[in-house]
């Protein structure tokens, strides 16, 4: 990619994922489930909120309830539970012509810290042409990541051709990890009521 290609990051809007199915959760909405006494996405809407331009949530059923958090919701086009990158599709089909860049964050890691929201904002700005993500645990975590809207096209095509894996739209991109082992704890994801109970 040329550097007059590259588009500065201008304007971060974000996107919180609460589409699945909590298959590991026995079908509950898992956004809607409590942690600590509050549905569990409320606890990264409280954290997301200062930081960014704009804010969806990503859900396919409960859409009332989602909505009454203040902030707008999105649906899925493609039906059935397809996985993540519908929900990221659906949100730049809103966001794209406003915005440069899109966080992309889970309703299901209610510990992450206003802070590593803002890391991740911030290096994204470093490298506006790349997918920046962060690592912990030993691996990449797909869905704490700021993607350039210019690559909204692209997902469009990825999905129509039957094409669900996160890695394998992201790896045609450049990517930016950042490295925060030290905050892995903040990035526990609460996929199980044992976990919930272990965190609570």
């Given amino acids: ?17 609460a589409g699945g199915q909590g298959s590991r959760m026995g079908g509950e909405d898992k956004g809607l489930v409590p942690f600590k006494q509050d549905p569990m996405i409320s606890w990264t809407l409280e954290k997301v909120r200062p930081l960014v331009d704009a804010l ?18 999105v649906t899925d086009d493609t039906q059935g539970f397809v996985g993540p990158l519908a929900g990221v599709q ?28 803002a ?16 690592r912990a645990a030993g691996r990449p975590q797909f869905l704490h990541a700021v993607i ?7 997902l469009n095509e990825t999905l129509a051709s039957g094409q669900r894996a996160v890695f394998k739209w992201y790896k045609q991109f450049p990517i930016q ?14 996929n199980t009521f044992e976990h919930l109970s272990l965190s609570a």
């Fill in 1 to 17: 990619m040329k550097s007059s290609d590259l588009k500065p990051v201008t304007s971060v809007a974000a996107v919180i994922l």
């Fill in 90 to 117: 659906a949100a730049m089909n809103q966001l794209s012509t406003q915005h440069s860049h899109l966080l992309v964050l889970p309703c299901d890691t209610p510990l992450i810290s206003q802070e590593l929201i």
């Fill in 148 to 154: 350039p809207l210019q690559y909204h096209a692209n």
């Fill in 56 to 73: 969806v949530i990503s859900c396919n059923r409960n859409q009332s309830v989602y909505a009454g958090f203040g902030e707008q919701t």
């Fill in 177 to 190: 990890e950042i490295d925060v082992e030290t905050h892995a704890q903040c990035l526990v994801n609460m």
């Fill in 119 to 134: 890391l991740l904002i911030n290096k994204a700005r470093q490298q506006p042409d790349a997918i920046t993500l962060l």
